[in-house]
């Protein structure tokens, strides 16, 4: 029913910025939450962000709050992450997620469609 499709990965220096789109497609009414996550090699799915479908409530994870910010377009049908003052920590394969609850959580199980994943890695 949806389709996410994340763009905007690449390498970047510690202490750049990078900012991370995600395009939906198919059912409006199933993206009440968006989130983004991200993925290290060899370790669990970590919770970044998430936002309201009118932006009114957001959720940052502990490591990113006062760095990242997550915003989305609904016009548009896209979500965005700002990153800045990237670390060499941020270094992950970074999902997009929608849920059709409209309630924020933290946890992968809460959300019901996922995109392919965009790659940011951050040198030192």
């Known amino acids: 029913q949806v389709q996410l499709v994340e763009s905007g990965g690449g390498l970047v220096q510690a202490g750049g910025s990078l900012r991370l789109s995600c395009a939906a497609s198919g059912r409006a009414f199933s993206t009440y939450v968006m989130a983004w996550f991200r993925q290290a090699p060899g370790k669990e799915r970590e919770f970044v962000a998430a936002?309201?479908?009118?932006?009114?409530?957001?959720s940052y994870g502990d490591s990113v709050k006062g760095r990242f910010t997550i915003s989305r377009d609904n016009a548009k049908n896209t979500v965005y992450l700002q990153m800045n003052s990237l670390k060499p920590e941020d270094t992950a394969v970074y999902y997009c997620?929608?849920?059709?609850?409209?309630?924020?959580?933290?946890?992968?199980?809460?959300?019901?469609?996922w995109g392919q994943g965009t790659q940011v890695t951050v040198s030192s």
């Open positions: 997620a929608a849920r059709e609850i409209r309630t924020v959580v933290t946890t992968r199980g809460g959300y019901d469609y």
């Open positions: 936002v309201t479908w009118r932006g009114g409530v957001t």
